[in-house]
C-alpha cells in the first residue's frame, strides 16, 4: 500500500511540475494579407505571408513570440492615368517583406489570447505594375524605396488544439516608405488572417 501510495506521489508531482514548467513552443504560420498603403489614391491588395515562430511563456499569464515571416504587400493604385500618347490602368505596387514581429501575448484563457507589439521589417524586393496601351508592364522600383520599415501590430488568436489555432493581426507602419518623399507620406497598413501551428 506503501508502495502504492508513493507511486502515485511521484506521478503526480511529475505532472505537476510538467505543467508549471512549460518550456518554449515552436510553430509555423501562414495565412493571407490585405495590404495598403496610407497614400489617399491607393486601395487595398491582396497578398498572403508564411513563416515560423517560437512562443516563449513568461508566466501563466503572459507570454512572447519572434516570428520571422515573409509577407506580401503593397497596394493598388485607384483610377487610370492619360500621360501624352499613353494610357495607364490597373496600377499596383507590390511589395515583399521580411518581417520579424515581437508580439507580447496575453492569455484571457487557456485557447484566447491578446497581443501586441513591434514588427520590424526588410524589404526584399519591389515592383511596379500596370497596363500600358493594352500591355502588361513590370519594372523593380527597389531603389526607390527605404530597405527598413517598422511598424505596430495588434491582434489575437485562438488555439482550437494544442496544435492548431487561428490568428488575426493589424499592422500599421510607423515609417515612411519612400525614400525621396516630394510630398509623398505613404506608410504601410497590413491585415492578416491565418492559422497556426504549434509543434
Known sequence: MKKQLLSICIVLGTMTFAQSSDGPRFGLKAGGNLSSLTSSDTKSKIGFYAGAFVNVPLSETFSLQPEVIYSQQGAKIKGNYEMSNFTIKNMQQNLGYINVP???????????YLEAGPEFGILVSAQAKGDINGSTYKASNKDNLKN?????????????TPHLGVNIRYIAGITKIVKDEFGDSSKNTNFQLGLNFYF
Open 102 to 112: 515581437v508580439m507580447l501575448q496575453y492569455n484571457a484563457t487557456p485557447d484566447l
Open 148 to 160: 527598413f520599415n517598422l511598424g505596430a501590430g495588434i491582434g489575437l488568436g485562438y488555439k482550437f
